[in-house]
Structures are given as structure tokens and as C-alpha cells.
């Protein structure tokens, strides 16, 4: 299938990949999109820890509270998915 999307190149041990497999078959979907959807759905708290990791150089207690914000907000999220189910 043509797309204009960029692509991106892991590798992984055989057993991680064996494993991948399984969760999308599991899911009916391919490696590729199991993959691409969990990246992007995870995006929010990847960015999040990344900031923090840079105030924690200078200001580890701040890197924390930011830490402890992102995990709330992404409870929160997933909370209020799961009541729409």
C-alpha cells in the first residue's frame, strides 16, 4: 500500500519480534501498524519524560513533580477511554 508516511527501522531480537508478532495476530493487525500505533500513542508521555530528563541536570525535585504530572494525565486518559468501553 502506497503512503506518504515516513518509516522507521528497529531491530529486535528474534524473540522480541516472535513476540510482536503474536499481539498482532492476536489484535488483526500487522507488526507495522501495532507498532506505529503504540508509538504514537505513547508520544505524549515519551515528550513528557524527555523534558523532564532535561530539568533533572539542574533541578531533579521539578523533573520529578513533571514526572508525576505526565503519569497522572496519562491515568486520567486511560481512565476516561475505559469508561467509554
Known sequence: MATDKKRVVIYL???DKQELDNI???????????CGDVLLESMPQLKATSE?????RTDPV?????MKYAAEQAQNKLSSQMENI
Do not use: F, Q
Open 24 to 34: 498482532a495476530d492476536a489484535m488483526g493487525c500487522s507488526v507495522s501498524r501495532l
Open 13 to 15: 531480537d528474534e524473540s
Open 62 to 66: 521539578k523533573a520529578m513533580e513533571m
Open 52 to 56: 523532564a530528563m532535561k530539568v533533572a
